[in-house]
């Protein structure tokens, strides 16, 4: 699909309005969910039905150039074909003019999008985790949602939008940090996206805007984040100034409260699908209950990391963050939920299309390999080690005492004097760049090769044979720090 670009001057950006729909409003809203969700089930089987019948025509022995022809995923191919089967197919026969062409459309762009995606991944030309196939989704499971992206789509009032075929719906909030937009021409709406989650229907209005850049604060100050747990984030910046934001944990404070609920969904007859049994009503009023819970802290989650990132981008002119691997960091399954409760990616994606989209700041992304904790701030020595329980930093070469996060901070600040983005050496700043810091690669390499013992020789190796044999096995050399 290509992408739209905004005009010069302009930026794309998202408006979201939680909805207050009336009894038929709700009807016709999961009506449209539900038709973007057969649409996209029947593209995956259309699709994939041409690569079941070639793998079957195979094991026969039916040469290439007869076997059955590869049917297209893109978008038009797909469009087409489905107007073609909707009329007759029985499972759209009876019901599909009910709802808008944009609800077919959604679908159908959907499985689109995810052919391409596992095409290009398995080709090796997408990044990140490997995409398999895509498979059908699940009426329990996939969340609802359509988008529109022609037809009537207007934000009539402060408390009214229209949609295609679903009419005005009255609005939970206000909508005037749109409607004053486009009545004033500096807003375009695009498109329009209805969405059900947290126990809530959402609107999103995608629209092109008329921004200018704000000049921040102040604009020759550079602030390091250094993002951690048991403070959210340390804030040290040019001048020498250290602030900490503290961690508000707010999935740690409802934990209590989520445990009551949680247990009291336990003592009610739940959904089993293995013996087609339903939920009751007391089960679902329960699990609407604990479900309430989840979708507070999430509020909180949100407004408290977008508090932080907009008071970052509007005062300094350069901010500094790290390359964490926070997926990798969760599996750590002592400090997991910690730092899943404290959005470290959400704080890196917020700080990018802020300071990018209305401050026109400079944002510099450290390095994923700069020990920004294990370098001296004053004197720019590097410890080989230095453990998570150890808060404090103790320079064995110049005697400076610092806590550990505020001196990351500040090597951080450090970092942007010297254009660099931390993939030297640390604590040399003069030196160039290297693609492989500390001498670390990707292989392992093992210091003993696997080795029987006398006993497993013998036929019977003892426990603590095995066991030492196992550890042989496993010992990794530690990687050269420098």
């Known amino acids: 699909m290509k992408k739209f670009r905004p005009r010069p001057g302009f930026v794309v950006q998202a408006f979201r309005f939680a909805l207050d729909p009336n009894a038929a409003q709700e009807q016709a809203l999961r009506s449209h969910c539900g038709a973007a969700r057969a649409a996209y ?20 022995g039916i040469p290439e150039g007869e076997l059955t022809p590869w049917r297209p995923w893109s978008l038009p191919s797909l469009r087409k074909a489905f107007n073609e089967a909707k009329k007759t197919d029985r499972r759209f026969a009876d019901w599909w003019e009910e709802n808008s062409k944009e609800a077919y459309s959604t679908g159908l762009s959907n499985a689109a999008a995810a ?30 949602t359509c988008r529109f992206t022609t037809g009537t789509i207007r934000v009539e009032d402060g408390r ?39 126990g809530r229907w959402f609107v999103s209005f995608q629209a092109e805007v008329k921004r200018e850049l704000v000049r921040v604060a102040r604009p020759e100050a550079v602030v390091g984040v250094d993002l951690g747990v048991k403070s959210l984030a340390v804030l040290a910046d040019s001048a020498g100034k250290i ?29 089993d699908r293995r013996t087609g049994r339903k939920a009751s009503r007391r089960w679902e009023r329960a699990d609407a209950a604990r479900n309430k819970v ?4 999430a509020n909180l989650r949100a407004d408290a990391l977008h508090k932080l990132t907009t008071a970052l981008a509007a005062e300094y002119g350069t901010i500094v963050i790290e390359d964490l691997n926070v997926a990798g960091m969760l599996r750590n399954r002592r400090l997991a939920r910690r730092i899943a409760d404290a959005g470290f990616g959400e704080i890196r994606r917020q700080l990018t299309y802020k300071t990018r989209g209305r401050h026109g700041t400079r944002i510099i992304t450290a390095g994923r390999w700069y020990p920004s904790s294990k370098t001296c701030s004053g004197c720019g020595a590097v410890k080989a080690k230095l453990p998570l329980h150890i808060r404090t930093y103790d320079c064995d070469a110049c005697g400076l005492v610092i806590d550990r996060d505020d001196n990351a901070g500040l090597n951080l600040v450090a970092l942007a004097a010297t254009g660099t983005t931390g993939t030297g050496v640390a604590g040399d700043r003069g030196t160039p760049a290297v693609s492989k810091p500390r001498g670390a690669d990707q292989k392992t390499r093992i210091t003993h090769p696997r080795r029987k013992t006398e006993a497993g020789r013998a036929g019977g190796a003892t426990p603590a044979a095995r066991g030492k044999e196992t550890r042989d096995r496993t010992r990794i050399e530690a990687p050269a720090l420098w």
């Open 41 to 60: 089930n029947w593209a995956v089987a259309w699709v994939t039905a041409s690569w079941w019948q070639r793998g079957a025509e195979e094991t026969y």
């Open 243 to 271: 602030r900490t934001v503290p961690n508000p944990r707010h999935y740690d404070q409802a934990l209590k409260l989520l445990c009551r609920a949680s247990r009291t969904v336990s003592r009610r007859q739940g959904p």
């Open 115 to 144: 052919f391409d995606n596992h095409a290009r991944s398995k080709n090796g030309k997408r990044r990140g985790k490997k995409m398999g196939a895509p498979r059908f989704k699940a009426k329990r499971k996939a969340r609802p």
């Open 160 to 198: 009214h939008v229209t949609l295609p075929r679903l009419g005005t719906i009255r609005t939970h909030e206000h909508t005037v940090s749109l409607l004053r937009r486009v009545q004033a021409g500096t807003a375009r709406v695009l498109s329009a996206a209805v969405r059900y989650e947290r």
């Open 294 to 297: 989840h979708h507070h802290v």
